[in-house]
């Protein structure tokens, strides 16, 4: 079975970093681009990065740029979102999602994660 | 930005067919999809590419794409199809609407 794990969600103060990661089973990590998506509680979806099959090309939300580092190592198929200096708009629930069509970045998600929580709060 | 407009709501009565818009600047020349999201869970994908279905999603869904719009039409809706709908599309980046509730009456 086709299997995305999201964890490292908690409560972070404004200003601190925090690291989530995503755990991939069951198909071929290192042939697909895999995003990350986030949602505010009670709010609509949000895309936020996303990371080529290899990690050599990465995209991000204006709102992330600077702060969040996507990357992945797919010799442990996982997923990462290092996020620095967050803040209260930063807290949702995070949801790794893979693109659909294998060696492409831009197209629809197939597969989602359970989301993992996190909360920026002093 | 690019942005995708939704309603926030859409009501239908059991058994009749919902229709679920998305509108966006030349949306028509774009590629676009649709998740259906519960409360309490996470986003399923139900339409990709306009207008195919992923398998184990039932035919009463389907999609349409014409001028700056794409439309979300469920046939014969059932009470397990209340849920938020989002439609998703890519320029430069991705972007989703803002998400439609259907309440199934």
């Known amino acids: 079975q086709v299997h995305l794990v999201e964890s490292g969600g908690g409560v972070v103060q404004p200003g601190r970093s925090l690291t989530l990661s995503c755990a991939a089973s069951?198909?071929?990590?290192?042939?697909?681009?895999i995003n990350w998506v986030r949602q505010t509680p009670g709010k609509g979806l949000e895309w936020v990065a996303v990371?080529?099959?290899?990690?050599?090309?990465?995209f991000y939300t204006d709102s992330v740029k600077g702060r969040f580092t996507i990357s992945r190592d797919n010799a442990k198929n996982t997923l990462y979102l290092q996020m620095n200096s967050l803040g209260a708009e930063d807290t949702a629930v995070y949801y790794c999602?893979?693109?659909?069509?294998?060696?492409?970045?831009?197209?629809?998600?197939?597969?989602w994660g359970q989301g993992t929580i996190v909360t920026v709060s002093s | 930005s690019y942005k995708l407009t939704q309603p926030s709501s859409v009501a239908v009565s059991p058994g009749q067919t919902a229709r679920i818009t998305c509108s966006g600047d030349n949306l028509g020349n774009k590629y676009a999809c649709w998740y259906q999201q519960k409360p309490g869970q996470s986003p399923v994908l139900v339409i990709y590419?306009?207008?195919k279905r992923p398998s184990g999603i039932p035919e009463r869904f389907s999609g349409s794409n014409s001028g700056n719009t794409v439309t979300l039409t469920i046939s014969g809706t059932q009470d397990v199809d209340e849920a938020d709908y989002y439609c998703?599309?890519?320029?430069?980046?991705?972007?989703f609407g803002g998400g439609t509730k259907l309440t199934v009456l």
């Open positions: 069951g198909f071929n990590f290192n042939s697909f681009a």
């Open positions: 990371i080529s099959l290899d990690g050599s090309k990465k």
């Open positions: 590419q306009d207008t």
């Open positions: 999602a893979r693109v659909s069509v294998m060696n492409a970045v831009w197209n629809a998600l197939d597969v």
């Open positions: 998703q599309t890519w320029d430069n980046t991705a972007v």
